[in-house]
C-alpha cells in the first residue's frame, strides 16, 4: 500500500460528494496531520476522526522536534501552517500527497514527491470498480458546480473520456 499524504481540500472535496466511504477502500495508506483535520468542519473531522478509529486513517500530532526540523525545510512563502506540516510529513516518509493546492503541487515536484490531485482519486475509484462511469461523470460534474479550483481542461477530458465508456 502506498503511503499517502492527505490536504483538507482533497477531505473537503469528497465529503462534498460523500465519497469518504468509497476513498477508504482505495488501497492507499492514508496519512494526514491534526492541523489538516482542524481546517475541515465539525462533521467532516468527526467522519475522520471515526476512519482514524478503524485504522483506515492515521492523524499525526507532530511534536516539537517534528516542528523544529519543519523550519528547517525551505518552504515558499504563501503555504500555511496546515500545509508545511503535510509536506514535513510527506517528505520525512518519502509518501504520495493528494492535494488540489498549487503551491504543494509545486514544492512537492521540486522535492520529486508524487502528487495527485481529486480528479486522480475520481479515476483510482472508477478503475478499482468501486464507481461506475455514469456515477463519476455525475460526481465530477457535481464537483465542477462547487470547486471552482479545478482544471477545467482536465475535467472535460475525462468527461468525455468516461462518456465514450459508459
Not at 492523524?59 to 522536534?65: A, D, P, R, V
Amino acid at each position: 500500500m502506498t503511503i499517502t499524504i492527505t490536504d483538507a481540500n482533497i477531505f473537503i472535496d469528497l465529503a462534498e460528494l460523500e465519497l469518504f466511504p468509497l476513498f477508504f477502500q482505495l488501497n492507499l495508506t492514508l496519512h494526514t496531520t491534526k492541523e489538516v483535520l482542524l481546517e475541515c468542519d465539525p462533521t467532516h473531522q468527526q467522519a475522520l476522526k471515526e476512519y482514524a478509529a478503524k485504522k483506515l486513517l492515521t492523524i499525526h500530532i507532530l511534536s516539537e522536534e517534528q516542528l523544529e526540523k519543519l523550519e528547517h525545510l525551505k518552504f515558499k512563502k504563501g503555504l500555511s501552517a496546515q500545509d508545511k506540516s503535510i509536506l514535513y510529513l510527506a517528505y520525512e516518509q518519502q509518501a504520495m500527497v493528494l492535494t488540489g493546492d498549487n503551491l504543494i503541487r509545486k514544492w512537492c515536484k521540486q522535492q520529486n514527491l508524487e502528487v495527485h490531485g481529486i480528479l486522480w482519486i475520481l479515476e483510482e475509484l472508477v478503475q478499482y470498480k468501486l464507481l461506475e462511469f455514469g456515477e463519476a461523470i455525475t460526481h465530477l460534474t457535481n464537483l465542477m458546480q462547487i470547486n471552482q479550483w479545478l482544471p477545467q481542461d482536465a475535467c472535460q477530458k475525462l468527461l468525455v473520456n468516461w462518456q465514450s465508456k459508459r
